[in-house]
């Protein structure tokens, strides 16, 4: 399985960088974890953020594969624990698809891509930072698939 984490926002720090690619190499070839960036839309003063979200969402849904599981990550989306995370890894494996993680830019997600969602996960009630949502999601998954597979980095 892939997860694919699609993602709004480049020119990351470097930190976060290599924070996701830490994780990201961790884990095995059957749970890849992979980041495909979206170009922010250009924001202006005469422009709604609707038409952004709009311009940001086609982009989006092109780098979607048409098999794909999507996953909305959205503020109302389902809160998930460690535990649960890892039950959702191992149900996303055994539906055999890949998996697409949608994290929208500073508007949010589009509502066609919300509509194409299977899913919504909310990462926090709180609203952090893009950067941030990207290293708090790759170890994420990194903890979730440990769970899975008994490996000794999660502690309860």
């Known amino acids: 399985m892939k997860i694919r984490l699609i993602a709004v926002g480049s020119k990351m720090p470097a930190w976060v960088e290599t924070a996701f690619k830490t994780y990201a190499q961790r884990l095995p070839r059957d749970c890849q974890l992979e980041l495909i960036e979206i170009p922010a839309a250009k924001r ?3 422009q709604l953020a609707s038409k952004w979200m709009e311009k940001e969402g086609e982009l989006i849904q092109k780098a979607i594969e048409p098999s794909d599981w999507v996953v909305a990550l959205d503020v109302e989306g389902h809160s998930w624990s460690t535990q649960k995370l890892a039950q959702q890894i191992t149900n996303w494996q055994s ?9 929208g830019g500073p ?8 509509k194409r969602a299977n899913q919504r996960w909310s990462l926090s009630a709180l609203t952090l930072p893009h950067p941030m949502v990207r290293v708090v999601l790759s170890e994420a998954i990194y903890r979730a698939w440990s ?5 000794p980095y999660h502690r309860e």
């Open 44 to 46: 202006t003063r005469n």
């Open 147 to 151: 769970v899975t597979v008994n490996h």
């Open 95 to 103: 539906k055999g698809c890949n998996v697409a993680l949608l994290v």
């Open 107 to 114: 508007d949010g997600l589009s509502p066609e891509c919300l």
